[in-house]
């Protein structure tokens, strides 16, 4: 076999590596070896390839076998060789986001070298990326131990420090780095961290220091003038503002709806900005949301005029309570196997938002419904706080969410942290003979929500073995018109539907309560079956090769809009895609939309629901803001195997002149780089 057959081996073997196909890839280096037994890097690959098996023995039974005659001076230059090849291998993972196969390499770097820098260093990288924060912080200070004058492991530690809001911490690695290399980027981390702590003072000094490293960083400008506001100095503030405004105006000319080629972007840009800042706030205040549920059933059932005390202590989850009763004939579990297997994605920058690092699977909780005995349910006014409540007065931990939703297993997610212990009293009861089927959960209008929260609760009702024609009513929103659609799909009657008013509690003779499928904003693969089945006809099921092209507008959203969505508009319509509204069709019209696109473009919103309607194999492009990274939709992507990238939008310069503008970071609009769409779109297609 000639050298050019065997680099085409080789290539080939490479890409499948990347992929995960081992035994091809195995083969295909075993094949290479066995023509050219004197190339070490054959050893060095197929060694590689068993390693990332986890057969690590018989990687390095391969790795050492050239060496088992050679010198021992022979045998350090071939471990010195394979270090370096491995530390190369291990970078390429990383860049390519697999950052657990990088940790695995990483790792078997410190077995060569037990004292090497670079391999503490990535190593400490690659487990950051999959969310294992302390494990990545004692790999960065081992790196320091070996170098104490390298910047870089300070700084990482920073990040990370900075992230979990240990300011006070980050402060002390990100000073340490600064004493080391004078970096304007580090000394803007401070005063960050400072402002945090409210150590104002401290704060215009480390932004002032950045200032001069560096005089061009528009960021370091407009917190110094946020800093200078704290201080009751606006006019400086304002003065600092514009010359960041000056230096970036990117955002606040979109967010002004401005030409990009106005000349004046300092005080008149800053003018405009303020008021409208001001004429926004104004707004929101003078029409603060107001909901009001139609309440067909309760308002014949009596209601006792007291207030309710708070619950007395709580069950974290609903098996300890069925366990502390006797009552197993009340807790029937359904699924018990919620294991979510997690693909990282696909993106742009060098390093995973911190919003996706999760590593390689989550395990959620198991899926079950409850049957309670003159049980209590209550649900807050905003749907952003619930309680469901046993006959002692205690509240059900895995059946009372609230927000903020956070991952599953969080230490804030703890019953004993649910903010009803912090109430005086609930709202009043309304007493109710007959059995309810609570269906209701927390922003239950929202259709990401409503889809993947609420509905699959059916599907464990019906799977429960529960007879529905019992239940006397079923007890969910049915305001929105995707709503009702919902409902007539399932065959619930009307007549069996009963609202909960905003701020209420109800008591019944029996609550029967279907879990979430597994954690709010968390569930697993089953949900996405059961909405197939839902609604898309068995005609469906004979689906198309998928080749349209869609991205998803926010049109009628106040929220999260595209501020230069007419450049997006522009750019997609060369590469071939149409835009639409979602909110103005049909569930039905929707999924059957989504099944027939092998590409998807949006901003992250609730349209993007529609994904586990998508074909295997679908690509998916989000557009967040970067101050609100919620990776629902990647995980809805990993659910039904979907090939998932993301983009982040641009902000104005530094942090709290945005967060002046938009006080609720979930509410930001974004402003895309059209050069960066467009660059990963070309990658997208390439792929």
């Not at 300070?154 to 000073?175: C, D, P, R, T």
């Not at 340490?176 to 401070?190: D, F, T, V």
């Not at 606040?252 to 405009?272: F, G, H, M, P």
């Amino acid at each position: 076999m000639d050298d050019l057959e065997i680099d085409k081996l080789l290539k080939q073997a490479s890409f499948d590596l990347e992929r995960g196909e081992y035994q091809t890839a195995l083969a295909l280096y075993q094949h290479c070896l066995e023509s050219q037994p004197d190339v070490l890097a054959h050893y060095w690959n197929l060694g590689l390839v068993y390693l990332l098996q986890g057969e690590e023995l018989d990687a390095q039974t391969i790795w050492m076998s050239p060496f088992l005659e050679e010198s021992p001076e022979e045998f350090q230059r071939g471990m010195a060789e394979l270090l370096s090849f491995l530390q190369v291998r291990g970078h390429q993972f990383l860049d390519r986001h697999q950052a657990d196969l990088a940790e695995t390499i990483y790792r078997q770097t410190l077995e060569l070298d037990a004292e090497n820098f670079v391999s503490y260093l990535y190593l400490g990288t690659a487990l950051s990326e999959q969310g294992k924060y302390d494990e990545a912080i004692c790999c960065y200070q081992q790196a320091i131990d070996l170098n104490s004058q390298n910047v870089e492991p300070y700084q990482l530690v920073g990040e990370i420090l900075e992230k979990l809001q240990y300011f006070a911490e980050a402060i002390s690695y990100y000073s340490q780095a600064l004493a080391i290399a004078q970096n304007s980027e580090i000394a803007y981390r401070i005063g960050l961290c400072s402002l945090h702590l409210q150590q104002v003072d401290s704060a215009i000094g480390y932004f002032e220091r950045s200032i001069q490293l560096d005089p061009d960083f528009a960021a370091a400008y407009s917190d110094l003038g946020y800093a200078l506001l704290q201080r009751s100095q606006p006019n400086e503030a304002k003065t600092f503002w514009g010359k960041s405004l000056q230096l970036d105006s990117k955002f606040i000319l979109a967010y002004l709806n401005l030409s990009v080629n106005k000349n004046d972007k300092t005080w008149s840009l800053l003018e405009q900005l303020l008021v409208k800042i001001n004429s926004e706030r104004a707004r929101r205040n003078r029409h603060p949301k107001t909901e009001v549920v139609r309440q067909p059933n309760l308002d014949k059932r009596n209601l006792t005029g007291d207030r309710v005390g708070i619950p007395e202590g709580f069950y974290e989850t609903t098996r300890d309570w069925a366990i502390s009763q006797g009552r197993s004939d009340c807790y029937r579990t359904i699924f018990d196997n919620n294991v979510i297997k997690l693909k990282p994605p696909k993106t742009l920058d060098r390093s995973i938002h911190f919003s996706f690092r999760f590593g390689r699977s989550i395990q959620l909780p198991e899926s079950f419904v409850a049957i309670l005995p003159q049980g209590r349910y209550w649900l807050n006014s905003g749907q952003t706080r619930s309680a469901t409540i046993c006959s002692d007065n205690r509240l059900l931990g895995d059946l009372s969410p609230e927000s903020p939703i956070l991952e599953p297993g969080h230490p804030d997610k703890h019953p004993s942290q649910h903010s009803i212990f912090e109430l005086d009293s609930l709202p009043p009861c309304r007493e109710i003979e007959g059995t309810i089927a609570i269906l209701s959960g927390l922003s239950n209008d929202i259709y990401f929500h409503w889809m993947l929260d609420i509905l699959p609760r059916f599907e464990l009702l019906k799977r429960s073995g529960i007879n529905w024609d019992e239940i006397d009513y079923f007890l969910i929103d049915d305001r929105q018109s995707f709503q009702q659609e919902s409902l007539q799909h399932l065959a619930i009657p009307p007549s069996k539907v009963m609202s909960l008013s905003p701020g209420s509690q109800i008591r019944a003779s029996q609550l029967i309560v279907p879990s979430f499928p597994g954690s709010i904003a968390w569930m697993p693969s089953w949900t996405c079956d059961f909405l197939k089945t839902l609604f898309l006809s068995v005609e469906d099921g004979q689906l198309s090769r998928p080749r349209d092209r869609l991205y998803i507008r926010r049109a009628n959203a106040s929220s999260r809009r595209v501020l230069n969505e007419n450049e997006v508009l522009k750019l997609l319509d060369r590469f071939g895609f149409r835009s639409a509204t979602l909110e103005s069709i049909s569930v039905r019209d929707q999924a059957e939309l989504l099944a027939n696109c092998s590409i998807v473009i949006a901003p992250h919103g609730s349209g993007l629901t529609n994904l586990v309607f998508c074909q295997p194999g679908t690509k998916v492009i989000e557009i967040f803001s970067p101050n609100y990274v919620y990776p629902c939709y990647w995980l809805v992507s990993n659910l039904v195997d979907l090939e998932y990238y993301y983009l982040l939008g641009e902000t104005m310069p530094g942090v709290y002149l945005q967060k002046l503008a938009y006080p609720d970071e979930r509410h930001e609009d974004i402003v895309v780089d059209i050069e960066k769409l467009k660059t990963l779109i070309e990658w997208v297609l390439e792929s």
